[in-house]
């Protein structure tokens, strides 16, 4: 029997909230080889100098916006990661502390458009969805979102929901492909309809996706550098091929919840993640590209993540239309592509 | 007769417990429910609107996944009464000796959680799970029988998951059926088949009804088998009221859907208690 990690994973997302402390420094931050990551190097730096004891909530963007929201102005944690478009959803609803430009020393070598709206947040690291695929398989490497559709592999490929980043982003990747804009998706729902009827499943977890290639069940998925490098850490045989249209850009974004009891600690953690050797680190054993930079990325991981050219190319989608177009795009989605 | 005030001392504590962590927090969400909520902007103050219920009736989408919420909800009843009714049956009356394990094997189950029983039936019915592999093996199919993501998968799921409510339900019913009774029926010249079907199963309505309306509101809002077992392509009425809340963050949406949730639920108790009152003879 193979394990399933993913949906263990996702349980434990939900339900696993680690018993903090009154006087914990507390991080709402996404779980799996990102959570790791960030245990390894941030939250030991982050103690020694400030002797602070950390302790880690785990959750994906929508649960901790979703805890934002619920605990407006007494939040139970002090800074959190979530995506771009979450930030600005929340940012817009008046829960996000208005960073200080000038308590950050790296403040201005980031990447541009780290900052949000009324520095609302900022944008720590860089990951994309991208193709990836078994180079046992697939013999010559895909170039194109449009390689997905080859006949050879119907049926062995895979997609994610639109519950999922990767999701909304390979739709909207096709969209502009096939001529539709951001007001206008209907080219793209057309055209991703038949891919996500043929495929044998539309995942929500991208762990799903480990077993999927492991079964040989796919050959190629529109999915993410860092999973798939986990994967190929573990035995896999993967490759990662960042399409010719330009990857869709993914953005981890930090705020501080308004009301956070440990305002002057928060803005301590956010140095360190925004440190280059912090990030540096962070991007070398979770994949996930930096923010800063300036750090400078061994030729192995600058394969795998965006950076340079591929960071260049990628395409990163204005976070306040998706946050006010999410909902008509699931609710599509919902009707018309995974009925 | 006990004492009316006797009566509600007793059931105080739990009432107690209902209203505080059950009843307030729902009426709490009900202003919710007539919220105005702007992706990117949030809900906004002041402004009321009936469009998250108006929605609910006028989508397609969404009366589907009603439809298919109570049709799921009535085949797995069904599904676990013809299961659990020989079953209870053979626990109330078969031999004294079987009685222990076999109520010990209907209850064995629920001691394992939920998602691990869930998880069980992905390793069985998946695609590359155990049964197809075993019927593409013996030759029986070429192509995956698609046992997930479906009506098929949620039936399979959700009736193991309920049938001990409903065997359980049974068991003190038929139990609870006089024994004189079908005795004197038999003696007045009654075949064993219409001794059952005109005296035990009347007579054990109550059992049915209460065992029914258990499963059946435990199927409507069952939420992990249907989020493992129903995938994103076959939603019902629970997992569509965690995205609208937990992915969309459309906390008015999710709430109107919640309510009308409640209220099927309430409806179909209703309504199924008189038909079956009636049936019994007991109205």
Not at chain 1, 40 to 45: I, L, S
Not at chain 2, 139 to 157: C, D, Q, R, V
Not at chain 2, 179 to 203: K, M, N, W, Y
Not at chain 2, 205 to 211: F, R
Request: proline share 6%; net charge neutral.
């Amino acid at each position: 029997m193979h394990p399933m990690p993913f949906l263990a994973a996702a349980i434990l997302s939900v339900s696993t909230l680690a018993v903090a402390q009154a006087d914990d420094f507390v991080i709402a931050s996404y779980g799996g080889s990102f959570g790791e990551a960030l245990k390894t190097c941030h939250v030991p730096a982050f103690e020694k100098a400030t002797g602070a004891t950390v302790s880690v909530k785990l959750g994906n963007s929508s649960q901790t916006a979703a805890a934002l929201r619920a605990t407006k102005g007494n939040p139970d944690f002090d800074v959190a990661f979530l995506d771009d478009a979450f930030a600005v959803q929340t940012g817009n609803e008046g829960l996000n502390e208005r960073l200080d430009r000038a308590k950050l020393s790296h403040a201005g070598d980031l990447i541009p458009g780290a900052w949000g709206k009324n520095d609302s947040y900022v944008v720590t690291m860089v990951t994309a969805t991208v193709l990836i695929y078994d180079p046992k398989v697939v013999k010559t490497p895909p170039t194109s979102w449009l390689d997905l559709f080859d006949p050879h592999y119907a049926g062995k490929n895979v997609i994610a929901d639109i519950s999922n980043a990767a999701g909304w982003q390979f739709l909207l990747a096709l969209n502009k492909i096939k001529g539709g804009t951001l007001d206008n998706i209907d080219p793209g729902v057309a055209a991703i309809r038949p891919l996500a009827q043929g495929s044998t499943v539309l995942y929500t977890q991208a762990d799903q996706v480990v077993t999927l290639f492991e079964r040989g069940e796919v050959a190629i998925a529109a999915w993410y550098p860092n999973n798939a490098a986990a994967a190929v850490s573990r035995g896999l045989s993967l490759a990662v091929a960042y399409p010719k249209e330009g990857a869709v850009g993914i953005l981890a974004t930090m705020v501080i919840p308004k009301g956070a009891k440990k305002r002057e600690l928060a803005y301590r953690f956010i140095e360190q993640v925004l440190s280059p050797e912090g990030q540096k680190c962070f991007s070398e054993r979770a994949m996930i590209g930096p923010a800063n930079i300036k750090v400078q990325l061994s030729d192995k991981v600058a394969q795998i993540v965006p950076y340079g050219e591929t960071l260049q190319d990628a395409w990163f989608v204005d976070p306040e239309i998706v946050a006010r177009q999410m909902p008509l795009w699931t609710r599509r989605w919902q009707r018309e592509v995974a009925r | 007769m006990m004492k009316t005030r006797t009566g509600l001392m007793l059931i105080a504590p739990l009432a107690l417990v209902l209203a505080g962590f059950f009843l307030v927090p729902v009426l709490m969400l009900l202003p919710t429910s007539f919220g105005e909520y702007l992706p990117g902007s949030g809900m906004t103050p002041g402004v009321w609107t009936l469009e998250n219920y108006t929605r609910i009736v006028t989508d397609d989408y969404y009366l589907e996944v009603i439809w298919r919420t109570l049709g799921l909800g009535l085949f797995v009843t069904l599904a676990c009464l013809v299961l659990g009714y020989p079953l209870a049956y053979l626990i109330a009356r078969g031999p004294q000796s079987w009685r222990v394990p076999l109520i010990l094997l209907v209850v064995f189950p629920m001691m394992l959680n939920l998602v691990v029983r869930s998880f069980g039936w992905i390793a069985l019915l998946t695609n590359r799970g155990l049964v197809n592999n075993l019927l593409i093996d013996l030759g029986l199919i070429s192509t995956p029988l698609k046992l997930m993501f479906n009506l098929t998968g949620l039936m399979i799921g959700l009736t193991h998951i309920y049938l001990p409510f409903m065997v359980l339900m049974l068991v003190a019913a038929i139990q609870n059926v006089p024994r004189d009774v079908e005795s004197a029926a038999a003696t007045l010249g009654s075949s064993r088949i219409h001794v059952f079907t005109s005296v035990t199963l009347p007579l054990s309505a109550p059992g049915i009804l209460a065992g029914s309306i258990l499963v059946f509101v435990l199927t409507i809002s069952a939420l992990v088998t249907p989020r493992m077992l129903g995938g994103p392509t076959y939603k019902v009425m629970a997992t569509v009221i965690y995205d609208e809340y937990m992915q969309l963050l459309d906390w008015p949406s999710g709430s109107a859907l919640s309510f009308t949730l409640t209220f099927m639920a309430i409806a179909v108790i209703w309504l199924s208690s008189r038909l079956t009152k009636r049936w019994a003879g007991m109205a």
